[in-house]
């Protein structure tokens, strides 16, 4: 009964973690599209509480949930999709990081990209999720 509460949060942590992972670039589509003084001040306050309040709780809420489960499994660590999936979720890790370094450079006022980069940053998190919810579902090899 431990792993299926367990099961459950480590997906709700996933889920309000990626939906950080969706917005918070958003944002900086926005931020990056906007002109005057208000709304840049506006864009930072709500990445920063959207980065700090949601996306990093909720990251490390994944990681305990997910890291006990495999503590309860660890036979799932001798299987090729979960060093896989894994791999991903470290990948993912490292795109949580850069969007907060992001945050930071636009509080400071030191974006240098434009919307249209923002844009397609905004769609790796997709990729990652697809991949993941693949291999943990089908789990191909």
């Known amino acids: 009964m431990l792993y299926l509460w ?3 949060f480590h997906i709700i942590s996933i889920v309000c ?3 950080g992972l969706f917005y918070l670039p958003r944002l900086f589509v926005y931020h990056a599209q906007s002109e005057d ?3 840049k001040e506006r864009f930072s306050i709500m990445e920063r509480k959207l980065y700090r309040g949601i ?3 909720a990251m490390i809420a994944a990681l305990i949930f997910g890291g006990w ?6 036979g799932f660590l001798s299987q090729g999709w979960m060093h896989a999936k894994l791999t991903l979720v470290f990948l993912l ?3 949580h990081h850069m969007c907060g370094a992001q945050v930071k450079r636009f509080a400071r006022g ?3 990209r434009s919307h249209v980069f923002y844009r397609w940053f905004n769609e790796v998190p997709v990729v990652f ?3 993941i919810v693949i291999l943990v579902v089908v789990k191909p090899f």
């Not at 489960?69 to 660890?74: K, Q």
């Open 6 to 8: 367990l099961k459950a």
């Open 17 to 19: 973690w990626f939906a």
């Open 37 to 39: 003084s208000v709304s």
């Open 55 to 57: 996306m990093g709780p």
């Open 69 to 74: 489960l495999l503590w309860l499994s660890p």
């Open 93 to 95: 890790i490292g795109y």
């Open 110 to 112: 030191e974006n240098t």
């Open 129 to 131: 999720l697809l991949a």
